[in-house]
């Protein structure tokens, strides 16, 4: 069970930033026994693998928050942050350090579809959410949202890792959180529309 936890965890972190729940994944695994990853997953934890996440981590941090350039990451982020959600998913899920089911070892193409369909719902969310925002703030709140989404992927990919009994409740506590701020926005430009137009 906390396998499935912590996959969903870091999926959903994938989701918000594809980069950062796999490089802590890697270095995890890499530097500690609380991952041990499975024969065909051990190329995430090799040198390579953390150099090449590093540098689009960087990129994807930068290019994040600049307004309408950020649209056009998401839209790379549409293949990018499910395909990782899978393939951390599959990973983490099969490590025998975490959870001793057989079943998950055997079948991995379970937690691939699961981490794609979390991932890809998250980034959704995301990638509906942002051109609202930068609208709604003149541009001015990418920056702002993309920390918060950074802020949000460190912590729920280190819950998911270190204590996944509590990745349901992040979870409930992320999609509210989005679901108000976005509240929020929306209220934020119908405010400005009506100044706009009774000026």
């Not at 369909?117 to 998250?122: K, M, S, T």
């Not at 349901?168 to 701020?181: E, N, R, T, Y």
Request: a neutral charge; glycine letters at 10%; charged letters at 15%.
């Amino acid at each position: 069970m906390f396998a499935v936890l912590t996959g969903a965890g870091l999926s959903a972190a994938a989701g918000l930033n594809a980069y950062i729940p796999f490089l802590i994944v890697a270095l995890v695994a890499r530097f500690t026994d609380v991952i041990n990853l499975p024969g065909g997953w051990q190329w995430i934890e090799s040198w390579w693998a953390i150099g090449i996440c590093s540098l689009l981590l960087i990129s994807e941090v930068v290019l994040d928050k600049i307004p309408a350039v950020d649209s056009v990451n998401d839209l790379v982020g549409t293949v990018v942050r499910p395909a990782t959600g899978g393939i951390i998913s599959a990973a983490t899920q099969s490590a025998g350090a975490l959870d001793h089911s057989s079943f998950l070892r055997d079948h991995e193409w379970t937690a691939v579809v699961g981490g794609i369909v979390i991932a890809g719902v998250v980034h959704t969310g995301k990638a509906t959410a942002r051109p609202a925002i930068n609208l709604g703030t003149v541009g001015f709140g990418a920056p702002i949202v993309s920390t918060v989404e950074d802020a949000s992927s460190v912590s729920l990919s280190l819950i998911a890792i270190f204590i996944p009994v509590l990745v349901i409740f992040a979870l409930i506590v992320l999609a509210w959180g989005g679901f108000v701020f976005v509240r929020r926005m929306r209220s934020f430009a119908r405010r400005r529309r009506y100044v706009e137009n009774t000026s």
